[in-house]
């Protein structure tokens, strides 16, 4: 199975549209294996982890339309260093298979962020995939952030995965 890039969305006040040359060098996502050149990979440890695991295990939860709740969605994880490219893991852990809308952002030290994924995923319980995503030139990226669950598409909802994060160089 292939994770195709999706079209970029139009820009909002929290996510800017960026010019095509921009675009281009944030690279490809893919779910096909990355060949091994000399790289250099480390585990990121996630946002409010117990600091033992890099792998973050959740349950898709659905959305709350009272003012004060919050869905368990999102996912962030620190970015202590520059990296070229990060590798984004992600595990179905249900026994039944669910699609899974799944979207990524770099975050950058400057408050911005870059949508670099957003699709609907229906791995084989057990499996999974990763995604690839390329550093943005310029700009230090200081969080990686996967979003798994979204109203539009709550048949999801229940259904456990594992994602993990590797920065690598």
Known sequence: MRLT????????ARHRRLPPLA????G?????PVP???????FLNPVGGNGVT???????????PLPFG??????DFYVTQQYRYFKLFFTANSSVSATYPIQSYLKFSD????????SNFTPTPGTGGSIRVAGYPGKMVNQVNIK????????????TYRISVQGCK
């Open 54 to 64: 890099p792998i973050v295990t959740k349950t898709v939860s659905p959305g709350n």
């Open 148 to 159: 798994v669950g979204a109203t539009d598409n709550m048949a999801a909802t229940g259904f």
């Open 111 to 118: 408050g911005s962020n870059l949508q670099v994924y957003n």
């Open 70 to 75: 919050r869905p368990n969605w999102n996912t």
């Open 28 to 32: 490809l996502i893919s779910l096909s």
């Open 23 to 26: 675009l281009l060098t944030c």
């Open 5 to 12: 890039h999706p079209e970029r969305p139009a820009a909002t």
């Open 36 to 42: 091994a050149l000399a790289e250099t990979c480390t």
